[in-house]
């Protein structure tokens, strides 16, 4: 019996300010594809200008997945993306589209492309252990440990995330086994799509400059008051509040700068430099957990039309 010929899903992925989204927007208005978010602040409402979130324009000339459909306090996990995504994608196709998938949420992409092991539960001795840890050494401390025991997992996230540095140890300790052994990739279930990550490279010296680039611009399209809005409605007032799609940067630098800790000009430089960090890790976690196939970032307008010519002509005119 000949195997039913599975449908392509191309998902377009890379660092932060590598032209992800100008990408698979405009290939999206050539294929007449819908796209399918893997971006995990964009997901939220009233983060619009800090995400770079498509503008309202784009949201009507082509359906968007995953874009403002939380409220900012709801939780919501790379395991439920995945599923979501994949309902998603299936109900794209059942209308006879396309689906592009993008973003550079990496536990978002690898949860869709390759699912995720059986991580152990909540442990709340060890956890309450750890806690007590962090509170009297610091961050900086248990996220040497860390270090020096799954440096693959260390390098991927901001040390300051406390959660998933709790979470990496918390592992470690029930199981013996780091994150990075558990998180290998595993078989998917049979599935009727195959997959096609690729990445949009760039020497670190244009991202960087794109990177503190888009910085300024997102400061001069109102950053400051869109972040200023957030602080106002869900932080002001209540000591060290924390709610983590607002431990974003962009934001997070900006509300060290209301509470009068640091000035607006070293906050917005903190954003750059905070900015440059994630990409970084991005990188570090694509390289060492996934395998794409990595393509030179178009440079302008008429780059991403070559090369979204040429992926149309690859992968959806078959």
């Avoid at 964009?42 to 309202?56: E, V, W």
């Avoid at 996990?77 to 550079?104: C, E, F, N, W």
């Avoid at 140890?169 to 998917?188: N, R």
């Avoid at 991202?207 to 399209?221: H, K, P, Q, V």
Wanted: charged share 30%; proline share 4%.
């Amino acid at each position: 019996m000949e195997r039913k010929k599975k449908k392509t899903v191309l998902v377009i992925t890379g660092p932060t300010a590598s032209g992800k989204s100008a990408l698979a927007h405009f290939l999206a208005g050539i294929t007449d594809a819908e796209i399918v978010s893997a971006d995990s602040r964009q997901l939220y409402r009233g983060m619009d200008i800090g995400t770079a979130k498509p503008s309202p324009l784009m949201l009507r000339e082509t359906r968007y997945h995953f874009i403002d459909e939380k409220e900012i306090g709801e939780e919501y996990s790379a395991g439920a993306y995945a599923k979501d995504a994949l309902a998603r994608i299936r109900s794209i196709h059942a209308k006879k589209r396309p689906a592009i998938v993008t973003g550079g949420s990496t536990l978002y992409i690898q949860g869709l492309l390759h699912g995720f092991s059986e991580l152990p539960g909540k442990n709340p001795e060890i956890r309450e252990r750890l806690v007590r840890e962090l509170r009297e050494k610091g961050a900086r401390a248990l996220y040497d440990r860390l270090a020096s025991l799954d440096p693959v997992q260390a390098a991927t996230f901001d040390p300051s995330k406390s959660q998933r540095l709790l979470r990496s140890l918390e592992i470690i300790a029930a199981t013996g086994k780091t994150v990075t052994e558990l998180c290998s990739p595993i078989p998917q279930t049979p599935d009727a799509f195959e997959f096609i990550p690729i990445g949009l490279a760039l020497e670190r010296k244009e991202l960087y400059s794109r990177i503190n680039r888009r910085t300024d611009e997102m400061m001069t399209a109102g950053l400051l008051d869109e972040a200023r809005a957030l602080f106002d409605r869900h932080l002001k007032g209540k000591e060290r509040c924390r709610i983590n799609a607002l431990e974003t940067v962009g934001y997070k630098e900006l509300f060290d700068f209301f509470r009068g800790e640091t000035s607006l000009f070293s906050a917005t430089e903190l954003i750059k430099q905070h900015t440059r960090n994630y990409a970084k890790r991005q990188l570090t976690f694509f390289r060492n957990r996934m395998s794409i196939e990595w393509i030179e970032a178009p440079i302008n307008a008429a780059g991403i039309e070559r090369l979204a010519a040429k992926l149309k002509k690859r992968l959806f005119e078959n």
